[in-house]
């Protein structure tokens, strides 16, 4: 309880902390995207920076600001639009690729690690390991591309790029997925092979429960532990991965959003959009840490 | 301690075999000015190539001219160059309303053209992909292959009709003493160019470039290009590494020197900033900032000094009430001073172990941001490093998946040092300590 308590305080210091730094990088920001080549005249710049709001003061430029990011009615560089609009087109997409790819991990995650786990050493278990090792290492950006040149060009079976469809879904997910994927197998597997010699599992053995059910219900929930903590981390994975994998896939979401943003010099839509992402994993971490005390009894003690 | 270290690091197959990995790739990128050629040297022939290809080791423009000295010529007595004389044509095809325009090299508005075979379509960034011979009919539907809707605008290159010349060069200590063309003696200077060239005699032996790993589209070397790109790659990753050690050293230090109320706030602090996501402030910071290597080492430097300071921390924390501390301390010793001889040094190990892992994940940022574009910048110009050599190679994939050997080169030696500086990290951390393994994950 203690661990979710200090979580719960220190949430809106995180993203206090998030919003002081975007909006210190925008306001010291180098080159806007209304620089122009001759010298303006001051009166009109003068009269520039009364409309953006930039003679008042500094905290009151930051509360303006971060007000505006909070009922989404900052300003985009795109005339008529504001932060509010863009992220609300956009946001669904983004979230059902991640929510997949979340799902997709978790699942094969689990299923690697039990199967490994269900003839240890036996090649199934190192094949597992050793390219749940492997795939740890190879970035979502290298994955991607990857399946598009196999899946989408040589074998067209999917679709390379794009989005509106079922069949759209799949390369995205699985190259977002995959990282997180390795990454779950690899510590649920080292918490069932922990597992293994604990004494309510050889209780269990020693009474005649089958192997199968021996590793689904009495080895798997402690194993879901490590899963369950490492939810935060693979939410800001799947949040940084989003913005790489939309691009790959030419998907129109947040992440892709972010880049276009980033390429614009867009300041206030990467403001809001990094302070998006800062809260959605801040969220995350505090889901995460409830499911661990979901799952494990003894955190709930603590 | 080092002795013991290395002896269970060995034990471990994965890890040296990683080891040896990160050496030899260490080691070529470090040698790369002397054994590949400058990456950015362009060859005259526009269009990749693939691996293991050979082209003729000529410029782009090659001058000769009476008495003058060339570098083509030096150390040969004649050169043969066979040339083929056609001229390219650039033929501009666009839509327009949905209906297609084609524009001769002249700008003139055609009605039709006639596409021959082995004509090559020239996209954006050079791109290039091979063309449908027929008849193009201008105001008429375009084509699937020359254009697409998304992007309106391609060009179709045409060889002309070609002859074969035989130029022949005969060359004294490095100067030309005589040009012919096809036999006929030429008396002034002439200039061939470099794409022209189908072949190099130099006294009779051929003379060629030869691309073990293929050429980009603008004809670069991809072994060059790839071993430079890993030059900045490791550079980023050892620099930023250093600067994330030496913040989460100091820090953690600090904190564990002191403890109580300072210790207090600084444990605050860093548990406050673990929940920051810090990538993406770094592309906020990219967006604001001009991209120079410095700002690069800064930034993905405070990103990972977070896990540093723990570790430096609770070894402080432990260190701090031994005796030798308390000798420096009576024998007034400045905090400051024990903190960096006495404190410090002892806690070196873990820190360097953990930095072995820090090392792919900082080279594994900067790769994210030159992928996305927000690489490292010189004078305004972006500087290949792996990440973007991958956006490359995705890019030459086109829709037919030619040009593997573009994502395939760059994707391999990138993932390749990742795994083996894994396998490093991971090796070093269970030989050092299976505690610690478990603290930093």
């Not at chain 1, 978790?106 to 749940?132: C, E, F, K, N, Q």
């Not at chain 2, 082209?55 to 000769?64: I, K, Q, S, T, Y």
Request: a positive charge.
């Amino acid at each position: 309880m203690n661990h979710l308590l200090r979580r719960l305080v220190y949430a809106p210091l995180v993203l206090l902390v998030i919003a002081l730094a975007t909006f210190a990088m925008v306001r010291s920001a180098k080159g806007g995207p209304f620089d122009a080549e001759r010298a303006i005249d001051p009166t009109v710049q003068a009269a520039q920076a009364k409309r953006m709001g930039f003679d008042r003061p500094l905290p009151e430029q930051f509360v303006r600001t971060m007000a505006g990011v909070a009922d989404g009615s900052l300003p985009t560089l795109s005339p008529g639009q504001t932060v509010g609009r863009v992220i609300a087109g956009k946001a669904a997409t983004t979230a059902l690729l991640g929510g997949c790819a979340l799902i997709l991990a978790v699942l094969t995650g689990i299923a690697l690690a039990l199967a490994g786990a269900a003839r240890p050493s036996s090649w199934v278990d190192r094949l597992t390991g050793s390219s749940a090792m492997a795939a740890v290492a190879v970035p979502a950006f290298v994955i991607g591309p990857v399946l598009v040149l196999v899946f989408g060009l040589w074998l067209p079976w999917l679709p390379a790029a794009g989005w509106g469809t079922w069949a759209h879904l799949i390369l995205p997910v699985v190259a977002l997925a995959t990282a997180p994927a390795a990454r779950i197998a690899r510590l649920a597997r080292s918490t069932l092979a922990e597992s293994a010699n604990a004494d309510h599992v050889r209780t269990a053995r020693a009474k005649g429960v089958g192997s199968w059910r021996v590793l689904a219900v009495h080895q798997l929930r402690p194993a879901l532990v490590p899963v369950a903590a490492y939810l935060g981390t693979a939410s800001a994975y799947l949040l940084t991965g989003s913005v790489v994998i939309e691009q790959v896939f030419q998907v129109p979401g947040l992440g892709s959003e972010m880049i276009q943003a980033a390429m614009n010099r867009d300041h206030n839509l990467v403001m809001a959009l990094t302070l998006l992402f800062g809260s959605l994993i801040i969220v995350c971490n505090l889901l995460a840490d409830v499911a661990v005390m979901a799952i494990d009894p003894r955190a709930r003690r603590a | 301690m080092n002795g013991t270290l290395w002896s269970h690091f060995r034990r471990d197959r994965w890890a040296v075999g990683g080891l040896a990995v990160v050496v030899v790739v260490v080691a070529l990128c470090v040698l790369a000015p002397w054994i590949a050629p400058p990456p950015e040297e362009l060859r005259p022939w526009l269009g990749a190539r693939p691996p293991l290809s050979r082209d003729p080791a000529v410029a782009l423009v090659n001058r000769f001219a009476p008495g003058e000295a060339t570098a083509l010529a030096a150390g040969c007595r004649q050169l043969e160059l066979t040339l083929s004389a056609g001229a390219d044509r650039l033929y501009r095809c666009a839509l327009r309303r949905g209906s297609l325009e084609i524009r001769g090299p002249d700008a003139r508005l055609l009605d039709s053209l006639t596409v021959p075979l082995g004509a090559v379509v020239v996209g954006p960034l050079g791109v290039e992909g091979a063309a449908v011979a027929g008849e193009l009919r201008a105001g008429g539907a375009a084509p699937r292959w020359l254009v697409d809707p998304a992007r309106p605008v391609r060009y179709l290159r045409l060889s002309e009709a070609t002859a074969v010349q035989l130029w022949s060069i005969d060359c004294n200590d490095g100067r030309v003493s005589a040009i012919r063309c096809d036999g006929v003696p030429v008396d002034h200077e002439v200039e061939l160019r470099g794409e022209r060239v189908l072949a190099l005699r130099a006294d009779g032996r051929e003379r060629n470039a030869f691309h073990l790993l293929g050429t980009d589209q603008q004809g670069r070397d991809l072994w060059s290009r790839t071993l430079h790109g890993g030059r900045l790659s490791l550079l980023v990753g050892l620099v930023a590494t250093a600067v994330s050690l030496c913040i989460g050293v100091l820090y953690g230090a600090i904190a564990g020197y002191r403890g109580g109320r300072t210790d207090a706030v600084m444990v605050a602090g860093i548990n406050i900033l673990d929940a920051v996501p810090f990538l993406f402030l770094v592309i906020l910071l990219m967006t604001a900032l001009d991209r120079s290597l410095i700002i690069f080492f800064a930034a993905l430097g405070a990103v990972q000094w977070l896990t540093t300071a723990r570790i430096v921390r609770a070894q402080v924390l432990s260190l701090a009430a031994g005796d030798f501390v308390l000798a420096a301390r009576s024998a007034g010793l400045p905090p400051w001073r024990i903190i960096t001889r006495h404190l410090v040094p002892n806690c070196l190990g873990p820190v360097l172990v953990f930095a072995a892992l820090t090392v792919p994940a900082v080279i594994l940022e900067e790769s994210f941001l030159s992928f996305i574009g927000l690489g490292v910048q010189q004078d305004g110009r972006p500087l290949d490093s792996w990440g973007s050599l991958v956006a490359q190679g995705m890019a030459g994939l086109g829709s037919h998946g030619g040009q593997v050997w573009l994502l395939a080169v760059p994707a391999l030696a990138m993932t390749g040092t990742l795994l083996a500086l894994n396998l490093v990290g991971d090796g070093l951390r269970a030989a050092l300590d299976p505690r610690l393994a478990r603290m930093a994950r």
